[in-house]
């Protein structure tokens, strides 16, 4: 069965450096999205995109961070100078507007640690 | 913004018992869904709910979307020990493709 998958699985960085997340969303999804989890907290929405450009934007979503397609398979999430609340699990998930359901299917995230 | 409160935090049960947890909103939605997490993966959709007064089962689960479209619940009927994680419900209120807002999670131990 497609899934979404997600590299790396663990990043540890130093606070201020920049980190790329990437993600390969199911092959025929054309929406895709980025969501965060702290550590013992709920799942947060950041942003959706589809069509090459952003669609909606959460406000933790702020110049620090970047979502990019650069070719016909990856969806990466960059955050540019990263600071110590960015620890978090980041998942990405994509979506068949074709499937009824509209369901998001969520990759297994990949854990950032910023130290 | 949208903030949907979800109880119990965390149950403690005994494998055969059932098990039945909520979401209420503020807002409407237009959408519930419930998911579950296993830990260190990601969400993974257990019941999508449309309309409102829907009730819809998936093996022992079962999920209700709200009249008014401000509440859901999750119940869990017989459980056993792989029911053990984190229960989230979700809520989209805007367009089908929309962002998803979610619980705070329900932790689910079953003991044998």
């Known amino acids: 069965e497609p899934e979404v998958t997600q590299t790396p699985s663990h990043q540890v960085t130093q606070m201020g450096q920049e980190v790329i997340l990437r993600c390969v969303p199911i092959s025929n999804h054309l929406y895709f999205y980025w969501y965060r989890q702290i550590l013992g907290q709920k799942v947060e929405f950041l942003v959706s995109?589809?069509?090459?450009?952003?669609?909606?934007k959460s406000e933790i979503f702020d110049d620090q961070f970047s979502v990019e397609r650069p070719d016909g398979s990856n969806f990466t999430l960059k955050i540019r100078s990263t600071k110590l609340e960015d620890s978090a699990m980041y998942f990405c998930?994509?979506?068949?507007?074709?499937?009824?359901?509209?369901?998001?299917?969520f990759g297994p995230g990949t854990r950032l640690t910023v130290t | 913004g949208q903030q949907l409160n979800q109880s119990p935090q965390s149950m403690f049960i005994q494998e055969g018992e059932d098990v039945s947890m909520n979401c209420t909103s503020s807002?409407?939605?237009?959408?519930w869904l419930w998911y579950k997490q296993d830990p260190g993966e990601g969400p993974v959709l257990l019941i999508a709910?449309?309309?409102?007064?829907e009730l819809t089962s998936n093996g022992r689960l079962t999920a209700q979307f709200g009249i008014t479209r401000k509440d859901s619940f999750l119940n869990i009927s017989a459980s056993i020990p792989s029911d053990v994680g984190i229960y989230f419900c979700?809520?989209?209120?805007?367009?089908?493709?929309?962002?998803?807002?979610f619980g705070q999670g329900t932790i689910l131990t079953v003991h044998p």
């Open positions: 807002s409407i939605f237009n959408t």
């Open positions: 979700a809520g989209r209120g805007g367009t089908s493709y929309g962002k998803l807002t």
């Open positions: 995109f589809y069509n090459n450009e952003i669609s909606e």
């Open positions: 998930a994509s979506l068949d507007p074709g499937l009824k359901s509209y369901e998001q299917y």
């Open positions: 709910l449309y309309k409102a007064g």
